[in-house]
Structures are given as structure tokens and as C-alpha cells.
């Protein structure tokens, strides 16, 4: 049902879109109004996300850990599974926002089959890399194509904008060229979306939520890779607009096309969206007290600051009461305990 409602939902934004500049003529509404309130929701939905996570207090040590803690000095310990510095914790965090080091190392379950002298089938792990490199594929393609579209927000282009446009068409192939990013980013969410629906265990636990970014991003790739390689849009209007929005000096240019507007509602929809799903990991991952905290409590204690004063019964204090019961009893005392004094 999730998918159903997701696929319609996308379906619609493009159809409002659609409607709203080809029939209705609110080329201002899409091309101005709704880029500015998408951006505004944006920035106010994520430095709302920020704050409420920096305000989250930490009075634990709660790092994931995957590997042998610093100990004895001839153990030898593991630095990224187990960081016992913050530095060692700042490598691991890295490795995880470049390269999906914990996902790459990610297992699959599955249930052996039951084997011919009786036994009783078990469960195995398999290796899952197929999973890393469709994720790294699609976060490296979306940013190669978020960052050369910066050449339309810039005059002039900036020569690492330039680079980047440049590497992605290192093919040369076709007119207009081919870039790469565009084509992988499609393919790595088609990739993403797929495996949420062939595998039986994970379409069962998949909601709207988890749907819908999925399909949106293909409406937003699939859109740009329309309007580049098969209908074609007016390229200096579009950066006419995007340099007006960002100059807040807003101007529809004639003649981009409603193809261009859809494209351009998606984005905004994928924006607003955004600081309330769970695409937010983007930014929550560098407040994960899992992955950034350091594994040192065998070498520092760490004073819950929530503590508050509570009257302790010592087992001093214990045996003072008790003294001549345990006695009776056959109870051993501890010597450094004084007499109760004859009191029961």
C-alpha cells in the first residue's frame, strides 16, 4: 500500500506542476514563490533538527563498538571499530561519511538449507557489498550533480564547477555530451528501489516514508535526464531564473518550457521534505554519540551528570544494625566492623 500511495503522490506533484504552468499560467508561483518557501522550510527544518540534537544530552558512553578495545599494552587494539582517542573516533566518522566503512562491512542473514544427514537448517552471513556500492554510487552521483549545478547559480562559474562538469563528461559521447553522474544517479535509486521490493523481508517492514523519497528522486533525475538528452530547455533562461532567485531579484524568462517547472517543483518538494525525513542522517550522523564519542571508559570515568544526592545504607552501617542476629545466626562479620552495642 505504501508504494501505491507514493508513486501517486509523486504522480500528482508532477501533474500540479504540469497543470499549474501549461494550463493555468502560474509560472511565478512555481518558478518564485514556492523555490523561496521550499528554501525557507529547508534552512528552518534543519537548524531546528541541529539544535534539537545538540541540546540532547550525552551523559553516557554509548559508542558502537566492532572490534578489540585498548586494554593491556600487548593487545593490540582496533582504532576504527574501537577508537579510544577523539582522534581515532574523528577517523572512524570519516571513514563512515566518505566511504560507508560500516556498510561495507555489513552481512546479510540467511537461513542455510537443512543438509542431507539430518541436520537442522542454521543461520549464515553472507557478504552484502552489492548494498555499499549502490549507496556509495547514488551519494557520490548526487553530489557530483548537485555541485556542477552550481554553474547556474554563479556568473562566473568557478573553475572547480568547471572541473567537475568537465570530469563528469569524460566520455565525450553524444550531443549534448553525456555526463556520468546524472545517468548513476538514476540507475543507483532505481537500484535502491528495487531492492526494496524483491526482498520479501524488507518490502514487508517498508512504509510511505520510506517509499517516497525514492520516487521522488527518480522523478527528479529522470525529469533532468529529459530535459538534457530528449527535449531540451532553454539553458541560459534557466540560469536566468536561478541567478534572479538567488540576486532576490526574481524573473520568469519566456520560453523554458513546463518540463523545466516540474523538474524544478520536485527539487523544491525534495527540500521542504527533507529536514523532516529520514534523509536528515546527511547531517545526524555528526550527532550520533554512537559513531562520535571515543571508547575510553576503561581509562576516564564518566560521572553521570544526572546523579543526585541519595542517602546510602552501607554494609557497615548494615552490620552495626544487625550485629548481634548475625552473630547468633553464624554469620561471618567483617573485624573492622565495631559492636552494635547490645542493640537489636
Same mark, same amino acid.
Given at each position: 500500500m505504501g508504494i501505491i500511495c507514493a508513486l501517486f503522490l509523486v504522480i500528482g506533484l508532477v501533474l500540479i506542476a504540469w497543470a499549474g504552468v501549461q494550463g493555468l499560467g502560474l509560472s511565478y508561483l512555481f518558478g518564485v514563490l514556492i523555490p523561496y518557501t521550499a528554501m525557507?522550510?529547508?534552512?528552518?527544518?534543519?537548524?531546528?533538527?541541529l539544535l534539537k540534537w545538540a541540546r540532547i544530552p550525552n551523559p553516557f558512553v554509548i559508542p558502537t563498538t566492532g572490534g578489540q578495545q585498548k586494554s593491556l599494552s600487548w593487545i593490540k587494539p582496533s582504532r576504527l571499530d574501537n577508537p579510544s582517542t577523539r582522534g581515532q573516533a574523528l577517523g572512524r566518522?570519516?571513514?563512515?561519511?566518505?566511504?560507508?566503512?560500516?556498510l561495507f562491512r555489513n552481512l546479510s542473514p540467511r537461513v542455510a538449507p537443512a543438509r542431507k544427514n539430518g541436520?537442522?537448517?542454521?543461520?549464515? @552471513?553472507?557478504?552484502?557489498?552489492?548494498?555499499?556500492?549502490?549507496?556509495?554510487?547514488?551519494?557520490?552521483? $548526487? @553530489?557530483?550533480?548537485?555541485?556542477?549545478?552550481?554553474?547556474? @547559480?554563479?556568473?562566473?562559474?568557478?573553475?572547480?564547477?568547471? $572541473?567537475?562538469?568537465?570530469?563528469?563528461?569524460?566520455?565525450?559521447?553524444g550531443i549534448p555530451e553525456i555526463l556520468i553522474s546524472g545517468l548513476v544517479l538514476l540507475m543507483a535509486v532505481s537500484l535502491?528501489?528495487?531492492r526494496r521490493l524483491l526482498i520479501p523481508r524488507l518490502r514487508y517492514i517498508s512504509l510511505l516514508n520510506d517509499y517516497f523519497p525514492l520516487f521522488l528522486l527518480i522523478g527528479i533525475a529522470g525529469t533532468g535526464a529529459l530535459m538534457r538528452y530528449v527535449v531540451g530547455i532553454d539553458a541560459s533562461g534557466a540560469k536566468q531564473l536561478a541567478m534572479g532567485l538567488i540576486s532576490?531579484?526574481?524573473?520568469?524568462?519566456?520560453?523554458?518550457?513546463?518540463? =523545466?517547472?516540474?523538474? =524544478?517543483?520536485?527539487?523544491?518538494?525534495?527540500?521542504a521534505y527533507l529536514p523532516f525525513s529520514k534523509l536528515m542522517h546527511t547531517g545526524g550522523i555528526f550527532f550520533s554519540p554512537t559513531?562520535? $564519542?571515543?571508547?575510553?571508559?576503561?581509562?576516564? @570515568?564518566?560521572?553521570?551528570?544526572?546523579?543526585?544526592?541519595?542517602?546510602f545504607h552501607t554494609y557497615q552501617a548494615y552490620e552495626n544494625e544487625f550485629h548481634d542476629k548475625m552473630v547468633e545466626a553464624g554469620i561471618p562479620l567483617d573485624e573492622a566492623t565495631p559492636p552494635s552495642n547490645g542493640k537489636d
Amino acid at each position: 500500500m505504501g508504494i501505491i500511495c507514493a508513486l501517486f503522490l509523486v504522480i500528482g506533484l508532477v501533474l500540479i506542476a504540469w497543470a499549474g504552468v501549461q494550463g493555468l499560467g502560474l509560472s511565478y508561483l512555481f518558478g518564485v514563490l514556492i523555490p523561496y518557501t521550499a528554501m525557507v522550510i529547508f534552512f528552518l527544518g534543519v537548524l531546528a533538527r541541529l539544535l534539537k540534537w545538540a541540546r540532547i544530552p550525552n551523559p553516557f558512553v554509548i559508542p558502537t563498538t566492532g572490534g578489540q578495545q585498548k586494554s593491556l599494552s600487548w593487545i593490540k587494539p582496533s582504532r576504527l571499530d574501537n577508537p579510544s582517542t577523539r582522534g581515532q573516533a574523528l577517523g572512524r566518522l570519516l571513514s563512515e561519511v566518505f566511504l560507508f566503512r560500516s556498510l561495507f562491512r555489513n552481512l546479510s542473514p540467511r537461513v542455510a538449507p537443512a543438509r542431507k544427514n539430518g541436520q537442522q537448517p542454521g543461520l549464515t @552471513f553472507a557478504s552484502a557489498k552489492w548494498l555499499w556500492l549502490f549507496a556509495i554510487l547514488f551519494h557520490y552521483a $548526487m @553530489f557530483a550533480t548537485v555541485f556542477r549545478h552550481l554553474r547556474f @547559480f554563479t556568473n562566473p562559474v568557478p573553475w572547480p564547477v568547471k $572541473m567537475a562538469e568537465a570530469l563528469d563528461g569524460w566520455l565525450e559521447v553524444g550531443i549534448p555530451e553525456i555526463l556520468i553522474s546524472g545517468l548513476v544517479l538514476l540507475m543507483a535509486v532505481s537500484l535502491l528501489l528495487a531492492r526494496r521490493l524483491l526482498i520479501p523481508r524488507l518490502r514487508y517492514i517498508s512504509l510511505l516514508n520510506d517509499y517516497f523519497p525514492l520516487f521522488l528522486l527518480i522523478g527528479i533525475a529522470g525529469t533532468g535526464a529529459l530535459m538534457r538528452y530528449v527535449v531540451g530547455i532553454d539553458a541560459s533562461g534557466a540560469k536566468q531564473l536561478a541567478m534572479g532567485l538567488i540576486s532576490f531579484n526574481p524573473v520568469i524568462p519566456e520560453g523554458i518550457g513546463s518540463l =523545466f517547472f516540474i523538474h =524544478f517543483f520536485l527539487v523544491c518538494t525534495l527540500l521542504a521534505y527533507l529536514p523532516f525525513s529520514k534523509l536528515m542522517h546527511t547531517g545526524g550522523i555528526f550527532f550520533s554519540p554512537t559513531r562520535t $564519542m571515543p571508547n575510553n571508559s576503561r581509562a576516564v @570515568f564518566h560521572e553521570n551528570p544526572w546523579n543526585y544526592p541519595v542517602k546510602f545504607h552501607t554494609y557497615q552501617a548494615y552490620e552495626n544494625e544487625f550485629h548481634d542476629k548475625m552473630v547468633e545466626a553464624g554469620i561471618p562479620l567483617d573485624e573492622a566492623t565495631p559492636p552494635s552495642n547490645g542493640k537489636d
